[in-house]
């Protein structure tokens, strides 16, 4: 079974920066399509960033010029860069597969917090 884990979050004023990370227990991570998402308390997961094979990236609205997502193949890692923080990013960010391609067993996430 695949395991996931993220981290990197943390409390960041409005306007800040962070590098979330995600580990994947896979080799060779550039052949599966990589994606974030995120979840505030009381709404549904929404998939915020998605990186193909092809190298090939997809953001939401909401995010496009702000978020980077990239992956390192040497080390199964996959980043995702975020600039330019709001208030409204806030949630608990989780990294998997992308969800057309049949979802991994989720990791605990890391929370994102951003906060004047």
């Known amino acids: 079974q695949v395991q996931v884990a993220e981290s990197g979050g943390g409390l960041v004023r409005p306007g800040g920066s962070l590098r979330l990370s995600c580990t994947v227990s896979?080799?060779?991570?550039?052949?599966?399509?990589m994606s974030w998402y995120r979840q505030d308390p009381g709404k549904e997961r929404e998939l915020v960033a998605t990186l193909m094979p092809t190298d090939t990236t997809e953001y939401i609205d909401s995010v496009r010029g702000r978020f980077t997502i990239s992956r390192d193949n040497a080390k199964s890692m996959v980043y995702l860069d975020m600039h330019t923080l709001k208030p409204e990013d806030t949630a608990v960010y989780y990294c998997?597969?992308?969800?057309?391609?049949?979802?991994?067993?989720w990791g605990r996430g890391t929370q994102v917090t951003v906060s004047s």
């Open positions: 998997n597969r992308h969800q057309h391609f049949g979802l991994w067993t």
């Open positions: 896979v080799e060779n991570v550039y052949r599966y399509a």
